[in-house]
Nanobody, 114 residues
Framework: QVHLVESGGGLVQAGGSLRLSCAASGRILVDSYMGWYRQAPGKQRELVAGITVGGSTSYADSVKGRFTISRDNAKNTVYLQMNSLKPDDTAVYYC????????WGQGTQVTVSS
């Protein structure tokens, strides 16, 4: 059974930075897609960033140039470096892994104060 454990959320002032981590325990296929989603109150969950096993990345327009996704395949871990944070980035952030099956983390709260 696969579990995704997220860490790194918290409260930060606008303009600050946070780094989220998500470690997958259990067995996942090597050729997996990893991503980060977020859901703000009253809004739908949206894709923030994704990365393939080969390192190809994609980002939501709202975070391009500010967020960076990366992964360590040996550790089955995906990261999200978030810089120049804005109050609009406030949300619960969820880790997602797809290897033919789909797994979700429990979510970590990110709050950006103005």
């Amino acid at each position: 059974q696969v579990h995704l454990v997220e860490s790194g959320g918290g409260l930060v002032q606008a303009g600050g930075s946070l780094r989220l981590s998500c470690a997958a325990s259990g067995r996942i296929l090597v050729d997996s897609y990893m991503g980060w989603y977020r859901q703000a109150p009253g809004k739908q969950r949206e894709l923030v960033a994704g990365i393939t096993v080969g390192g190809s990345t994609s980002y939501a327009d709202s975070v391009k140039g500010r967020f960076t996704i990366s992964r360590d395949n040996a550790k089955n871990t995906v990261y999200l470096q978030m810089n120049s944070l804005k109050p609009d980035d406030t949300a619960v952030y969820y880790c997602n892994v797809v290897d033919g099956r789909t797994y979700w983390g429990q979510g970590t709260q990110v709050t950006v104060s103005s």
